[in-house]
């Protein structure tokens, strides 16, 4: 696609429940990352995937979290039993495979995740 | 590992005006990239600006420059003649050469005021 598509834009869930947020990345974009945004925080690293290879999940906060990569294009992070501490901007990005240097990233949009 | 700070969480200015956000940053590394992206309230992070530690001149882009201090570990963002469109949470990021993803400081909310 043109860019990196975020889906829902919005989720709002009770305390409890299991969520899944959505990630489309660029196409021919090999390498993709999660990041946690909380209110009034920096971007958090959460995982990377980059082709076949097994993901970096070192900043997945619990194992409540996991994240897979179908095909090697979109992506899921999965989040159960969420708690109200998980409330916060789930954002997407991805790049070449060893061009963030020269380029940085592109961003989605982002998932608002609200627990209440 | 390497840490990027940024000490100002919030800043004001006045329309037209100058504005420099601040960010410092740790590493043990020679040869580093250091970015600069703006998030406005759509949420979409762009890039604004992007230096290579090897070169010793600052990166610009329009009314927006660097003050690149090797030395220092400093890193900081010249907004001229702001505008209201450059409201938005400024973020300081760093890569290695050898780094797969960018490191991110805590942000700046920049304010411009008619």
């Known amino acids: 696609g043109a860019g990196v598509s975020q889906s829902p834009s919005n989720k709002v869930t009770e305390k409890g429940k299991d969520v899944e947020l959505r990630c489309d990345p660029i196409?021919?974009?090999?390498?993709l990352y999660w990041y946690r945004q909380s209110l009034g925080q920096g971007l958090e690293f959460l995982i990377y995937f980059q082709g076949n290879s097994a993901p970096d999940k070192s900043g997945l906060p619990s194992d409540r979290f996991s994240a897979e990569r179908t095909g090697g294009s979109v992506s899921t992070l999965t989040i159960q039993r969420t708690q109200q501490e998980d409330s916060a901007v789930y954002l997407c990005?991805?790049?070449?495979?060893?061009?963030?240097?020269?380029?940085?990233?592109?961003f989605g949009s982002g998932t608002r995740l609200t627990v209440v | 590992a390497q840490t990027v700070t940024q000490s100002q969480p919030e800043m004001s200015v006045q329309e037209a005006e100058t504005v420099t956000l601040s960010c410092t940053y740790d590493?043990?590394?020679?040869?580093?990239?250091l970015f600069w992206y703006k998030q406005p309230p759509s949420r979409q992070m762009i890039l604004v600006i992007r230096?290579?530690?090897?070169?010793?001149q600052n990166a610009t882009e329009n009314r927006f420059s660097v003050n690149f201090q090797k030395a220092a570990k400093s890193f900081s963002l010249k907004i001229s003649d702001s505008q209201l469109g450059d409201a938005a949470m400024y973020f300081c990021?760093?890569?290695?050469?050898?780094?797969?993803?960018?490191?991110f400081g805590e942000g700046t909310q920049l304010t411009v005021n008619p």
């Open positions: 990005a991805s790049s070449f495979f060893g061009q963030v240097a020269v380029g940085g990233y592109t």
């Open positions: 990021a760093y890569i290695g050469t050898s780094g797969s993803r960018l490191t």
């Open positions: 196409s021919g974009h090999t390498a």
């Open positions: 590493t043990s590394e020679s040869d580093y990239y």
């Open positions: 230096q290579e530690a090897y070169k010793q």
